[in-house]
Structures are given as C-alpha cells and as structure tokens.
C-alpha cells in the first residue's frame, strides 16, 4: 500500500508542475513515469500474498471478511484487502500454578469447588487447532485473539461446572480419569461451534487441601497395613497347615509301626543291623545268642 500511495502522489505531482510557465515543469514527465512504475509495483506487491506451511489466511476488505480461505503458498488477492494469517497447527494453552509455567504469568491454575465443598486446585494444558475452512468465521465472530475470547473462559468454565459432580478425594484417585473424559466432552461441543478442534485436555495435576491429603495417605497406609497383616496372617496359617500335616505324618508312621510289626520282621530288622554293623571300622567283636541282642565291642 505505501508504494501504491506514494506512486499516486508522485503522479499528481507531476500533472501539477506541468504547465509550462512553472520552473519544475521539464521534472513533470518523470515524476509521472515514477509515480506510475511506484503505482504499479505497489499494485503487484499488494496482489501476491505468502502463505507459510500450517497455517490459513482469510481476506478482509474495507471491513468485510471474505468467505474464501488462502491456503500455503503464493496467493493472489485484491490489492486492497487486508490479509489476517492464522496459524493452522496444533497449540496449547496452559492454565498453571507454577510461575511462568502457563500461558498467564503467575498463578493462573483453576481452583473449584467438589461435591463436598473443599476447594480443589486443577493444572491444566489444552490442545486445539483452528478449522482451516472455518478460519472466515473465526475472524468474523471471534477475531485475532480466539485463546483469550474462546479457550480459555470456556476451558475454566467447563471444569468449574462438572467438578461439583465429584468430591475432592474421587478427583484426586478413582474419578480422575471420568471427570476428565467428562470436560473434554463439554468443551470439544463448545469449541466446534466456534470452529476450533480440541485434540487433547491434559490434567497435569490436582491438588488437594492439606487436611485431605493427609487424610488420604492415612487412608492409604492403613490399607497397606491390613494388607501385610492378612499376608501375614495368611503365612502363619500356611505354617501350622504344615506342621499339623507333618505330625499327622509322624502319627501315622508310629501307628503302623505299633500294630504292623511282627517278631520275624523285628528279627529280620536286627540282622540286616548287624550286617552294617559288622562292616564298620569300629567294630571288632560282635557275640550273638539267640533272642538277646548282641554285644558288640569296640577297638578300645
């Protein structure tokens, strides 16, 4: 636009320094010609448009969004329009309670009220994309700053509203995965009509008043307790299962032994003694007699 308006301006000057009673006339030409090749180039300049890779652009003319989209690559647009480029790949927003860690400086994580009226604090991140075809409306409806507009009060107000269906300590554990299928729901809704896609909610954390917390880890070490103390308690049970079985063994060896046993088995056993006996180093004399038990004597 700017060598468009100086090329205009060079070429009214030049008609009016051409009358030829006026010193500068011989300068008319040539500032015609200069101000028509600025005019042009001007012109030609306005008329090509890049468009980098990932992102859309939308034309604007005097006010009036154009319902056609610029994709990537060189474009050739109305000289006179305004062209709003936006970015077409996935960002994120961050809503945190660590400093400089979100998209807002300092703390900007979303505190909400549970079920049970404790104050729980939610770190979130949001990924979303804007519909390339729906980049017109964007423009029109919402405008350049569509995070601030759209992502983020809907995000807030998403979460503020579903997080009354669960208490804190649900939050915290076993609900934590439903609640957060249940906002992505909600907002995934919000976002289309608004010609946004959201890609992903990523509950980076949720933290709990002190009091719970505390609560909860006793909570949790009480059950770690009772379970080692069943598995103890299962170990001991075991142990005497054994112990019982290995008596009830031994009763029942001694039972045969005391009924099963006859006076040949009984010498038939002393003999097969004997013979071990006779083959140790330790015994040098064994002197047997009929139903008595030997007498074995040693080398000492």
Known sequence: MFFIFLGVVLFIGGNAISNPNLVFSKYSKTLKVVGAVFAILGLTSSAVVQVDAGEVGVQSVF????????????????????????????????????????????????????????????????LFRIIPSEAPHVLAEIGEDYKDKVVRP???????????????????????????????????????????????????????PTSVKTTIESKINAEQDAQKMQFVLQKEKQEAERKRVEAQGIADYQKILSTGLSDKQL???????????????????????????PIILGNQ
């Open 154 to 208: 809907i995000t807030r107000t998403m979460i503020r509203d579903n997080a009354v269906y669960y208490d804190a300590v649900g939050l915290y554990s076993l609900k934590r995965n439903e609640f957060q299928q249940r906002i992505y729901t909600d907002i995934e809704k919000n976002f289309k009509k608004r010609g946004l896609v959201l890609e992903q909610l990523l509950i980076r954390n949720i933290n709990l």
């Open 63 to 126: 006010g009036k969004v154009q319902p056609s989209t610029l994709n990537s690559g060189l474009n050739f647009v109305n000289p006179l329009a305004k062209v709003v480029v936006f970015d077409a790949k996935t960002q994120n927003y961050t809503m945190s309670s660590v400093h400089d860690e979100g998209d807002k400086a300092g703390d900007d994580a979303i505190r909400v009220l549970t079920k049970d009226g404790l104050e729980v604090v939610v770190d979130l991140t949001v």
């Open 267 to 293: 010498q038939y056993e002393s003999i097969i003694a004997q013979k071990e006996l006779a083959k140790s180093p330790n015994a040098k004399v064994i002197i047997m007699g009929g139903k008595s038990a």
